[in-house]
């Protein structure tokens, strides 16, 4: 039972434009979303997250939306930096996180 | 303030074998949990403790077991070691504050079972 959906296993963005990640769910019990950011041999790094009671949560350049009718989550980073280059989960929690499968971000310079 | 560390971060093991990990939260942090990371599966939710208590369990069989100090402080065991069993073994502290599910991960284990 895959209750979060990342459909997109990797994106390859230019460098200075708009990276645009997806996540689908299935339960409407979540009720806070967040994102991850991975590099090799790290564990995950908390990015940004958003309460089921909004629909957008920006910090700097990173910005999160949420459309609860279509149970769909994205995160857009802009402008794209090498640096952003890593694997982006979405989790989405009520009593404990379930996580995506992952999106494999490469910015290209 | 010192992150979530994790002991060892590799480990070899063979078929039938045993293992325990440890994991150390960020101070102050009283829920720990553990995931299981391995290629094109994202992370797998194990187990959950808070207050030495196993609070959520994930979907995962018997042979993989854990447990909490009073320091919070977290162990994790996998009996009878398979194949399938390679994987990253990610910990995560968080508060465990009512409407707070940040969680902070640590560098992970990376268990390979021959």
């Known amino acids: 039972d895959q209750q979060v959906k990342q459909n997109s296993p990797s994106l390859s963005v230019q460098e200075g434009r708009i990276s645009i990640l997806n996540c689908d769910y299935t339960?409407?019990?979540?009720?806070?979303f967040l994102w991850y950011k991975k590099y090799p041999a790290e564990g995950p790094t908390f990015l940004i997250s958003?309460?089921?009671?909004?629909d957008k949560n920006e910090d700097g350049r990173f910005t999160v939306f949420l459309n609860k009718s279509a149970k769909h989550l994205s995160l857009h980073i802009v402008p794209s930096q090498p640096g952003d280059s890593a694997v982006y989960f979405c989790?989405?929690?009520?009593?404990?996180?379930?996580f995506g499968t992952g999106t494999r971000l490469t910015i290209i310079p | 303030k010192a992150g979530v560390t994790q002991t060892p971060r590799y480990l070899i093991k063979t078929r039938g074998q045993q293992v325990t990990l440890s994991c150390s939260p960020i101070?102050?942090?009283?829920?720990v949990s553990w995931y299981q990371q391995t290629p094109g599966q994202g992370l797998q939710f194990l187990f959950e403790?808070?207050?030495?208590?196993?609070?959520n369990k994930g979907n995962f069989p018997g042979r993989f077991s854990g447990r909490q100090f009073s320091n919070s402080r977290s162990e994790m065991n996998v009996s009878t070691l398979e194949l399938g069993d390679s994987a990253l073994y990610l910990c995560?502290?968080?508060?465990?504050?009512?409407?707070?599910?940040?969680?902070?991960f640590g560098p992970g284990t990376r268990l390979t079972v021959t």
């Open positions: 339960n409407s019990m979540f009720d806070y």
């Open positions: 989790a989405f929690g009520n009593e404990k996180l379930t």
């Open positions: 403790y808070f207050s030495e208590t196993q609070r």
């Open positions: 995560a502290s968080s508060l465990a504050l009512p409407g707070y599910y940040e969680q902070y």
């Open positions: 958003i309460s089921s009671i909004k």
């Open positions: 101070s102050g942090h009283r829920s």
